[in-house]
């Protein structure tokens, strides 16, 4: 049944899967900044260390730099940083790598599981979310999924929102995580597409900044997301 604001009787595990460090961050970071300020775990998956995503260094050079930037953006956001271990554009999801995901997320006993969108033009992404839904179906006790968007009509696709969450009073937080990666011109970034996403999310929902979330479900009981 639907969890009202506070109605937990105790921390929730919230685990967030993205494809690149500044993915989560971007697409959820101000739902993250939420639930860690409310008093509930958030720990973020990052499946690649982002090793082809600055110009001119080398993929170790890069993964240094970039797994640097994800930890101090989680310690704005009040999470937990676990690096699965795949390589930035040379992703693979088969069966080892999806019982090795499994087994990482069984770990970490999520009762809350945020993952990308499958739908996206980026194979790294698509690949985050695959695991993260062949890891899903897998364990044996389910946290609720919820997918989120990464730059919508560019990479994610078809992104129509169910739920959504009012992120206004942690968006700065949230900005100040993305502008953490500096290797990636965060602020950029989101001033071209991730405050235009709030904003048109917010407008969709009746609020000022929001972000959105598709849940899957059998029964599409669930009106908000969990412990928000």
Partial sequence: ???APGAVARPLNVVCVGGHPDDPESGCGGTLARYAAEGHRVSIVYLTRGERGVEGKSLEEAAAIRTAEAEAACRILGAKPIFAGQVDGDTEVNSARIEAFRKLLAAEAPDVLLAHWPIDSHADHQAASLLAMRSYFALR????????????????MGFQP???VDILAVREKKKAALFAHRS???????????????????RESGLK??????LLTRDG???RLPGL
């Fill in 1 to 3: 049944m639907p969890l």
């Fill in 141 to 156: 006790d389910r946290p609720v999924l919820y997918f989120f968007e990464v730059n919508s009509g560019f990479q994610s």
């Fill in 162 to 164: 169910t739920h959504y």
């Fill in 184 to 202: 990636q011109n965060g602020e950029q970034i989101y001033r071209v597409h991730h405050e235009v996403m709030e904003n048109y999310r917010g």
């Fill in 209 to 214: 900044a929001a972000e959105g979330f598709v």
């Fill in 221 to 223: 009981k669930m009106d």
